[in-house]
């Protein structure tokens, strides 16, 4: 069975730090990059980050570069989300995903789906 499974989410004054954790099971990790995105309420949902074991790519949405850092841990399957310098407008259920891509820059639709977990910034 495929899962994808986030926890680190929170509550966090501005300014403050989370690390978000995504865990996989069910298919292999190395295969497939992992992307981070974000929903906030009425919005439509965005891609934040992405990072691929085959190519060794990232990517960052222009309105995380230089606060967020994402990174991966194979040998435990294991994608992680460093959020720095967080701010009110980071406020969303953040999902990771996994897509058979060799590379971010090929990142579709993803074909794996995690349950989300909740960051809300205070201000």
């Known amino acids: 069975e495929v899962q994808l499974v986030e926890s680190g989410g929170g509550l966090v004054q501005a300014g403050g730090s989370l690390r978000l954790s995504c865990a996989a099971s069910?298919?292999?990790?190395?295969?497939?990059?992992i992307g981070w995105f974000r929903q906030a309420p009425g919005k439509e949902r965005e891609g934040v980050s992405c990072i691929s074991s085959s190519d060794g790519s990232t990517y960052y949405a222009d309105s995380v570069k230089g606060r967020f850092t994402i990174s991966s841990d194979n040998a435990k399957n294991t994608a992680y989300l460093q959020m720095n310098s967080l701010k009110p407008e980071d406020t969303a259920v953040y999902y990771c995903?996994?897509?058979?891509?060799?590379?971010?820059?090929?990142?579709?639709?993803?074909?794996?789906w995690g349950q989300g977990t909740q960051v809300t910034v205070s201000s």
């Open positions: 995903a996994a897509d058979i891509s060799p590379s971010c820059s090929g990142y579709g639709y993803p074909d794996y």
């Open positions: 069910g298919f292999t990790f190395d295969d497939y990059a």
